[in-house]
């Protein structure tokens, strides 16, 4: 019997990838080429929508600690991360391009894993279903959710331009990351004086917007980690340099001093000819968002290869409708995963898909379905989903304050997580040891 995988996202490539690998037949059906989403731009597999980070490599962090879980668990993603990685100070970014395409070759090379090019539009009735269909989930099926559960959420979500590297003007550049933390040219530099800062302040500030089509206009909800750098900025003329362009652990080396804002540019690809805007992910219009970021100095010349987007973002309210295992109260045979399910983020949807993957293994083979501890990450996240007592469901990303408190908790803030995370791993190789069998 073959297992039923919608959507060829970073969730449902790591659950058909768990599904092959224990031996059981998949059917994956993504609606691309045919359908694209309005954030998704190829017909690659395992598309990175916005930034191409995913975010911090030391395990001692929440974000570390939940892709070395990943690891643990032979994570199909991690493995294609691994593969295309690009320089970024402490922060694991790869090369969009690059990363998708291994993510697709290794779908399409995987023998028991069958491609259907499709958009679903109802719920599969019979068999065993994963539903991964991400916070752009197509129109008919989010419809048919929605009559089927309910309570279904929109939000925003926002990216952020990519320039050329050699349209940036290196004159006004220095290379440096943050506290000297990664290599020393992993991110381009653009500082500004308070001149400077104040005429882009002000053009960005009253620069227009491009008219939201399908969103609730009237009650936005902004996804706090990608929120609209014009969004941001309209909190307080001070709001950026504590935020995206924060000078804070960088020294102009032309000066000596600390600039009054800084925004860094990232290698968008491994080659190093593109470059995107950390933090600016925006909904100007495209004119706008050329005008406006071009007064700063580095980028007068800029040639914009991507303008930002603002798109809608949908998830369910899971404590009323998922469990801890990814699976429905109400039918045990289907699963969602992914940035659908309320986990927030890249590497937190393909973590879920890898549950989602094999419980609906254990199920077909009739086994009790696994939810690791909550004292890892994992468990953590899978927990907070299906937790009955969260009132007002928001979408969750990886963090250390959804672990459980810690017996013995260091006052220092690097012990204190390097604790959570070596609890966790630890507590992770217990559970896969009794459980699965594994890393024996
Ligand atoms: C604009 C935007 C920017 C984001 N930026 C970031 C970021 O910078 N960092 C971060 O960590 N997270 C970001 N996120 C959040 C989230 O991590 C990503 O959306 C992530 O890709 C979610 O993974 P997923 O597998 O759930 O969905 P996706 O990766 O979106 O995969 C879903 C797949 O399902 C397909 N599909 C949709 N409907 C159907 C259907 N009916 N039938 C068949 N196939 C279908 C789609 O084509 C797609 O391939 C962003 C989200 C959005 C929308």
């Known amino acids: 019997m073959k297992i039923n995988v919608i959507g060829a996202g970073l969730a449902g490539c790591e659950a058909a990838m768990q599904i092959a690998s224990a031996g059981i037949p998949v059917r994956l059906y993504e609606m691309?080429?045919?359908?694209?989403?309005?954030?998704?731009?190829?017909?690659?597999?395992?598309?990175?929508?916005?930034?191409?980070?995913l975010k911090a490599m030391r395990v001692e962090s929440a974000a570390g600690l939940l892709k070395e879980e990943m690891r643990r668990l032979n994570s199909f993603l991690m493995q294609c991360a691994d593969k295309c990685q690009v320089p970024a100070g402490g922060a694991l970014a790869v090369d969009r391009e690059k990363f998708a395409q291994l993510?697709?070759?290794?779908?399409?090379?995987?023998?028991?894993?069958?491609?259907?090019?499709?958009?679903?539009?109802?719920?599969?009735?019979?068999?065993?279903?994963?539903?991964?269909?991400?916070?752009?989930?197509?129109?008919?099926?989010?419809?048919?959710?929605?009559e089927r559960f309910g309570d279904s959420l929109s939000f925003f979500d926002a990216a952020a331009p990519i320039v050329t590297a050699e349209s940036i003007d290196m004159e006004y550049t220095f290379t440096a990351s943050r506290y000297e933390r990664g290599g020393e040219d992993d991110y381009i530099n653009c500082p500004m004086n308070k001149e400077e800062y104040e005429r882009f302040y002000n053009a960005l500030v009253s620069a227009e917007r491009a008219p939201l089509h399908d969103f609730d206009v009237s009650n936005p909800k902004v996804y706090e980690g990608c929120m609209p750098v014009e969004v941001m900025a309209q909190r307080g003329e001070g709001t950026l340099r504590f935020g995206p362009m924060k000078p804070?652990?960088?020294?102009?080396?032309?000066?000596?001093?600390?600039?009054?804002?800084?925004?860094?540019?990232?290698?968008?690809?491994?080659?190093?000819?593109?470059?995107?805007?950390?933090?600016?992910?925006?909904?100007?219009?495209?004119?706008?968002?050329?005008?406006?970021?071009?007064?700063?100095?580095?980028?007068?010349?800029a040639d914009f290869v991507r303008y930002g987007v603002m798109h809608r973002n949908t998830f369910l309210c899971s404590p009323k409708i998922l469990n801890a295992d990814f699976s429905v109260k109400e039918n045990k045979n289907l699963f969602f995963a992914g940035q659908i399910t309320g986990v927030e983020g890249y590497m937190e949807s393909a973590a879920s898909g890898i549950l989602a993957g094999m419980n609906a293994v254990r199920v077909l083979r009739?086994?009790?379905?696994?939810?690791?501890?909550?004292?890892?990450?994992?468990?953590?996240?899978?927990?907070?989903?299906?937790?009955?007592?969260?009132?007002?469901?928001?979408?969750?990303?990886?963090?250390?304050?959804?672990?459980?408190?810690?017996?013995?908790?260091?006052?220092?803030?690097?012990?204190?997580?390097?604790?959570y995370a070596y609890r966790a791993l630890a507590s992770q190789e217990i559970y896969i040891k009794e459980q699965l069998g594994m890393g024996e």
């Open 32 to 53: 691309k080429p045919n359908k694209k989403s309005p954030a998704h731009k190829t017909n690659y597999f395992g598309e990175l929508v916005c930034s191409n980070s």
């Open 103 to 146: 993510v697709t070759e290794g779908i399409q090379s995987q023998p028991l894993i069958e491609v259907v090019s499709e958009e679903i539009t109802a719920i599969p009735e019979s068999g065993i279903t994963v539903i991964a269909t991400g916070p752009l989930t197509s129109d008919a099926l989010a419809k048919a959710i929605e």
């Open 248 to 301: 804070v652990g960088l020294i102009d080396p032309k000066t000596g001093h600390r600039p009054w804002a800084v925004l860094q540019l990232r290698k968008e690809n491994a080659a190093g000819t593109m470059y995107n805007l950390v933090g600016f992910q925006t909904n100007l219009k495209f004119p706008e968002q050329k005008r406006v970021f071009s007064l700063i100095p580095a980028l007068h010349n």
């Open 366 to 419: 009739g086994q009790p379905t696994l939810v690791f501890p909550a004292d890892t990450m994992m468990g953590a996240l899978s927990r907070y989903i299906a937790d009955p007592t969260v009132k007002k469901f928001q979408p969750m990303g990886a963090n250390l304050g959804i672990l459980p408190e810690l017996e013995k908790r260091p006052r220092d803030k690097r012990e204190r997580a390097a604790a």
